[in-house]
């Protein structure tokens, strides 16, 4: 065997051993994951409304179940389950040996614990109606009742739920995290929102709780006794960075993975050492009305509004073409999603004018529209922190102008934001919606849903929404919310803006990402941060 050739084979052995060790996974390092808004500090997997809690609660708890990256439901703390043939009982049987945080073994106890506290009547949080169906929920809700008979503890490791019909979305709606019992049972569940624990949480999930300090970071810690197998990162940093400064941050290695606007893409995905992935998400953005109010109780008004704005320049411009006009919401994303029967509400500034017209609204003196002494005057709640948010505020500001509608624009910190929201202190505001897998809107548009925010109360759309749920066919139910869509696409309590086209940057450090990312992006929601790890 000659020279050359002894050296060709040692390179190529050589080769194979770097490339074996670059798909073998090592323990150690910080990943840090950059977030553009504050967390408000709520990590309780039942109490909680903002994503940005969420990425949180994500890693500090497990649910009995988690969405896989085919948006399929897998097992987690519950390590199988069984669904009766009439589809009226399910079944957990939970894994042996789970602890939480601080060495407490999770039972069908905790599971019990978590459930029932949504249903209880001194509950402020927002999921009882992905419960209510449970047998014996609405009972104990109204104080009729002192236990519920849906929820039955068979042994510490079986749990059985029985609904009073058939629940299309039941299996889904089990992937809240479960909480630890033994810390909270004796907190009046009417006080669980100010309890200490959230600010300190302690679930059974892949990294423990640190540090929340607002505008800088949350640091976890790996769970070195974590049921699955203990995190390959030491440690997960939510890292706060402010939106335009995003390129620096990736440039310079101070963040692994985040969102990045529109505007950066050219830029980011020509950075070496950087990879961007773009995915259409189970999200769409909006502009609510707040129908409470008689300027916005005339569907023609909310019409003449939607096609008064420019959302494709919206889209093709502020967003660079990441994105998709919205017309009602379910997005592209979703199985249910259907364009058929659904007005796209192209921008047409004269047929606007025209509705408006017809329905009694004529210039004032200062030329703003005006019927029977009132106005078509209204502030916009714009959350801070995006760039793209905001250049879609003074688009609409400016088209609104063009009809002779005043928008008055109020920019504030996104909790804030949130805060005036849930008082229902607004006019409008934008905002966004990150959805489940399933696609039954019942959490946010039912007539009794607490994120009802438009106050939209119409019999049809709630009775499709109910008819939804009950059917069990998928075919069928696509067919239910294809109408529902329609309803809504002509009420219009909100104005859609775009389906969710999100772009990702990852560090070319981090392996073990899903690289063909489906709605759930290259971490699958946050499930794979248990399994990445860093190259260097």
Request: include cysteine.
């Amino acid at each position: 065997m000659n020279r050359r050739l002894i050296l060709v084979l040692l390179l190529l052995l050589s080769l194979s051993v770097v490339v074996s060790a670059a798909d073998t996974p090592v323990q150690g390092g910080t990943f840090r994951y950059g977030i553009t808004v504050n967390p408000r500090g709520m990590f309780n997997p039942i109490l909680y409304t903002e994503v940005y809690d969420g990425l949180v609660i994500d890693v500090v708890y497990d649910g009995l179940i988690y969405i896989d990256g085919n948006l399929q439901p897998q097992p987690k703390v519950a390590k199988a389950w069984e669904i009766s043939e009439d589809g009226l009982e399910i079944t957990f049987y939970l894994n042996e040996g789970i602890k939480f945080h601080d060495g407490v073994e999770l039972t069908a106890k905790d599971v019990a614990y978590t459930y029932m506290t949504i249903l209880h009547p001194e509950y402020t949080g927002v999921r009882y109606g992905n419960f209510e169906v449970l047998v014996g929920a609405e009972e104990y809700k109204e104080g009729k009742a002192d236990t519920v008979p849906g929820i039955e503890i068979i042994d510490d490791y079986t749990i059985k739920f029985k609904v009073k019909e058939p629940h299309a979305p039941l299996l889904t709606s089990f992937g809240y995290g479960i909480l630890p019992s033994h810390l909270l049972e004796d907190i009046p569940v009417g006080e669980l929102e100010q309890a200490a624990f959230n600010l300190n949480p302690i679930g059974s999930g892949p990294f423990k709780f640190v540090e929340f300090m607002t505008d800088q970071h949350v640091i976890l810690e790996a769970n070195d006794d974590y049921f699955f197998g203990r995190p390959n990162i030491d440690t997960l940093v939510y890292q706060k960075v402010a939106q335009d400064t995003i390129p620096i941050y990736l440039q310079q290695n101070r963040v692994d993975y985040v969102e990045i606007s529109a505007e950066q893409y050219e830029q980011v995905k020509s950075m070496p050492g950087i990879d961007v992935y773009i995915y259409e998400a189970l999200s769409y953005n909006y502009i609510c009305f707040n129908m409470r109010q008689e300027r916005f109780a005339d569907a023609a008004v909310r019409q003449a509004i939607t096609y008064g704005f420019d959302r494709q320049t919206y889209v093709d411009v502020i967003r660079e073409g990441f994105g998709i006009v919205a017309n009602a919401p379910m997005p592209t994303a979703s199985w249910a999603y259907t364009s058929e029967g659904v007005d796209d509400y192209q921008y047409n500034p004269e047929l606007a004018a025209q509705i408006l017209a017809d329905s009694g609204w004529a210039p004032g003196a200062d030329g703003v529209l005006e019927k029977d002494g009132m106005r078509l005057e209204f502030e916009f709640l714009v959350p801070e922190g995006s760039r793209q948010t905001e250049q879609m505020a003074l688009l609409f500001q400016q088209n609104m102008e063009d009809l002779g509608i005043k928008v008055d624009l109020v920019f504030m910190e996104f909790s804030a934001a949130v805060d005036r929201v849930d008082a229902r202190e607004f006019d409008t505001f934008t905002m966004g919606w990150s959805l489940g897998v399933d696609p039954d809107p019942h959490g946010i548009w039912h007539s009794t849903s607490l994120w009802n925010d438009p106050g939209f109360y119409n019999d049809e759309s709630d009775r499709l929404i109910e008819a939804g749920r009950r059917e069990t066919d998928p075919e069928k139910r696509k067919e239910i919310y294809a109408e529902w869509q329609r309803i809504i696409n002509r009420e219009l309590p909100t104005m859609f803006l775009s389906y969710g086209v999100t772009l990702s940057a990852v560090n070319q450090r981090v392996k073990g990402i899903d690289t063909d990312p489906g709605p759930l992006g290259p971490l699958v929601s946050r499930e794979l941060l248990r399994t990445i790890w860093l190259e260097d």
